[in-house]
């Protein structure tokens, strides 16, 4: 086999030509179009969005999530007088420093406030208060406990 002819041959495989067309100069006669391919059409299509409705009756639907879940029904709201909240007992609370001008600061039980801050100081029995900061004075600070003003006085020599 010729060289030349060999080239010829693996260029019309390459073109996906007959062998027996390779010299007629006709062209290639149109194939016959194939139906798209339902795969290629589903990636090509938009994916719409999920949207869930979680129904608040049962009459509405069920929970598409926990569709064997029964909704709790809330508790009857009973009306009842509520006694007068008990005194904060504020003994604890100890005005540890102040700092100098132009930024004020006060520091109450180991925390620092500025002026307006609000924040829960830690007790010696462990637990909680929140207190805000209302006024830093030279050598006092005024707290809001509970609604309730009080002034923390800096203790100098005991």
């Known amino acids: 086999m010729r060289i030349d002819k060999f080239f010829g041959l693996a260029l ?7 062998p027996g067309n ?3 100069g006709d ?6 179009a194939k139906p798209a391919n339902p795969v290629t059409l589903a990636l090509q299509a938009p ?9 608040a009756t049962p009459d509405e639907g069920r ?3 926990f569709p064997n879940s029964v909704e709790a029904k809330p508790a009857p709201v009973v009306k009842t007088t509520t006694p007068a909240a008990p005194a904060i007992d504020t003994s604890a609370l100890v005005l540890n420093g102040i700092t100098s001008p132009p930024r004020r600061t006060a520091m109450v039980n180991g925390r620092t406030f500025e002026p307006g801050e609000e924040g829960e100081v830690k007790l010696p029995n462990g637990t909680k208060l929140l207190i805000q900061c209302a006024e830093i004075r030279d050598e006092a600070v005024v707290i809001v406990v509970g609604g309730v003003r009080k002034e923390l006085k800096l203790r100098f020599a005991l």
């Open 63 to 65: 929970n598409p999530f």
């Open 22 to 24: 390779l010299g007629a």
């Open 27 to 32: 062209p290639q006669p149109a194939k016959p």
């Open 47 to 55: 994916i719409p969005k999920s949207v869930f409705d979680i129904p």
């Open 12 to 18: 019309a495989a390459a073109l996906g030509m007959a």
